[in-house]
């Protein structure tokens, strides 16, 4: 867990030598955008036209910036840059449900998002940092060697590029889930800056509620997010109610142990009155057999909450078995029977390795086409 304690401490400074005088305009709030334009002599008013074609119009050449002077122009060229997300393969699923995409950043580092569809609903599920520091044992992403965080720009750029693709087709993204490679609360500041800017009444505009963050257990992030907010919503990878086998599987459980979790999402429980969502992979021979479920009602007795049962996604090797249909439909049989409010997921993107611990960007796949 050392590693975890250095990436808690650290800022994750990102320079690159074109860019390491010029200021990241996409990770500015609109009031840092105005006193800055008003530091480097713009007119404050061009601030809100600036945010307005990078967080609304989704326009990121400061050259299409139609109702701004060209000698203005030439100014925010000279004092900014806009941060590089490159698209570089779509994928979609054969029921046409889910959708992967792979981006380059700046670095040649890869991410990948996923887009998932229900009856014209659609989830965005977007990365928090290029690989992960957690090694969950049956995730694909910890199989990858961790890199970095993202910052509020390139967690941006994964909503906005999705974005731009639905608006082609005339519908609009629902909600958010920070679910995608990453622990998102061992980057919280960038993930809480993204939904802020995304929240913002002039540019996206969107609810908080829409919003959902996953974390491993990460018990210092929940304790601040229970202190600093109150609308986004909450998800826990669970997994498992025992140390051994949660010790076993996700390495996060030798720091915080099943308890302290426990006792911090009760808290988070009783300041924010929120439904906390936990999520559930189904392993065979693992964490699915009935005292299983009987030991995970009675840790769910205490909260109100909702329970997501996922059937294990394989990852290529990895020793983990999918159990079968009848032995998940008994598992979430036994919650219902101990009125736990669940419900069993059904496998969405597996052919594209866009399910649930999937997620591992490729370097083999290299189609370019740039969003900006």
Same mark, same amino acid.
């Given at each position: 867990?050392? /590693?975890?304690?250095?990436?808690?401490?650290?800022?994750? %400074?990102?320079?690159? !030598?074109?860019?390491?005088?010029? !200021?990241?305009?996409?990770?500015?709030? +609109?009031?840092?955008?105005?006193? *800055?334009?008003?530091?480097?002599?713009?007119?404050?008013?061009?601030?809100?036209?600036?945010? #307005?074609?990078?967080?609304?119009?989704?326009?990121?050449?400061?050259?299409?910036?139609?109702?701004?002077?060209?000698?203005?122009?030439?100014?925010?060229?000279?004092?900014?840059?806009?941060?590089?997300?490159?698209? *570089?393969?779509?994928?979609?699923?054969?029921?046409? #449900?889910?959708?992967?995409?792979?981006?380059?950043? *700046? #670095?040649?580092?890869?991410? %990948?998002?996923?887009?998932?569809?229900?009856?014209? /609903?659609?989830?965005?599920?977007?990365?928090?940092? @290029?690989?992960?520091?957690?090694?969950?044992?049956?995730?694909?992403?910890?199989?990858?060697?961790?890199?970095?965080?993202?910052?509020?720009?390139? !967690?941006?750029?994964?909503?906005?590029?999705?974005?731009?693709?639905?608006?082609?087709?005339?519908?609009?993204?629902?909600?958010?889930?920070?679910?995608?490679?990453?622990?998102?609360?061992?980057?919280?500041?960038?993930?809480?800056?993204?939904?802020?800017?995304?929240?913002?009444?002039?540019?996206?505009?969107?609810?908080?509620?829409?919003?959902?963050?996953?974390?491993?257990?990460?018990?210092?992030?929940?304790? /601040?997010?229970?202190?600093?907010?109150?609308? @986004?919503?909450?998800?826990?990878?669970?997994?498992?109610?025992? #140390?051994?086998?949660?010790?076993?599987?996700?390495?996060?459980?030798?720091?915080?142990?099943?308890?302290?979790?426990?006792?911090?999402?009760? %808290?988070?429980?009783?300041?924010?009155?929120?439904?906390?969502?936990?999520?559930?992979?189904?392993?065979?021979?693992?964490?699915?057999?009935?005292?299983?479920?009987?030991? +995970?009602?009675?840790?769910?007795?205490?909260?109100?909450?909702?329970?997501?049962? !996922?059937?294990?996604?394989?990852?290529?090797?990895?020793?983990?078995?999918?159990?079968?249909?009848?032995?998940?439909? %008994?598992?979430?049989?036994?919650? =219902?029977?101990?009125?736990?409010?669940?419900?069993?997921? &059904?496998?969405?993107?597996?052919?594209?390795?866009?399910?649930?611990?999937?997620?591992?960007?490729? =370097? &083999?796949?290299?189609?370019?086409?740039? @969003? @900006?």
């Amino acid at each position: 867990m050392k /590693r975890i304690e250095n990436m808690e401490r650290s800022n994750n %400074e990102i320079t690159n !030598i074109d860019t390491v005088e010029k !200021i990241d305009i996409l990770g500015m709030d +609109l009031e840092s955008l105005q006193r *800055k334009f008003v530091e480097i002599r713009l007119k404050k008013f061009n601030a809100s036209q600036v945010f #307005d074609w990078l967080h609304n119009k989704l326009v990121f050449n400061f050259d299409e910036f139609s109702n701004i002077s060209k000698k203005d122009r030439e100014i925010l060229k000279e004092k900014f840059y806009v941060e590089k997300l490159e698209f *570089k393969t779509h994928q979609v699923s054969e029921d046409g #449900d889910t959708e992967k995409f792979l981006f380059e950043l *700046k #670095d040649k580092r890869l991410i %990948e998002s996923v887009l998932i569809s229900h009856k014209n /609903r659609h989830t965005l599920c977007v990365s928090s940092q @290029i690989g992960c520091l957690i090694g969950c044992d049956f995730c694909a992403t910890a199989t990858m060697t961790y890199e970095r965080n993202l910052s509020i720009s390139e !967690i941006l750029l994964q909503y906005y590029y999705v974005q731009k693709h639905l608006l082609q087709r005339g519908e609009k993204l629902g909600n958010v889930v920070y679910m995608g490679m990453g622990e998102p609360f061992l980057n919280y500041d960038a993930v809480l800056g993204s939904i802020n800017m995304l929240n913002s009444p002039k540019g996206q505009n969107f609810s908080k509620r829409n919003f959902t963050i996953s974390t491993s257990g990460i018990v210092n992030g929940i304790k /601040r997010f229970t202190e600093n907010e109150n609308q @986004i919503n909450l998800a826990i990878s669970l997994h498992s109610v025992k #140390d051994d086998v949660r010790n076993e599987i996700m390495p996060i459980n030798k720091r915080w142990g099943v308890k302290q979790l426990k006792e911090s999402l009760l %808290e988070y429980q009783k300041q924010t009155k929120n439904r906390i969502t936990f999520e559930y992979i189904l392993i065979n021979d693992l964490n699915c057999e009935p005292e299983d479920a009987r030991e +995970l009602a009675g840790f769910l007795n205490s909260f109100s909450c909702l329970v997501n049962l !996922i059937p294990y996604n394989p990852v290529g090797g990895k020793p983990y078995k999918t159990p079968s249909k009848q032995k998940q439909r %008994e598992f979430y049989k036994l919650l =219902k029977d101990k009125n736990v409010n669940v419900t069993l997921r &059904e496998t969405k993107g597996q052919d594209i390795a866009a399910a649930c611990g999937q997620l591992k960007a490729k =370097k &083999e796949m290299n189609t370019s086409q740039s @969003i @900006i």
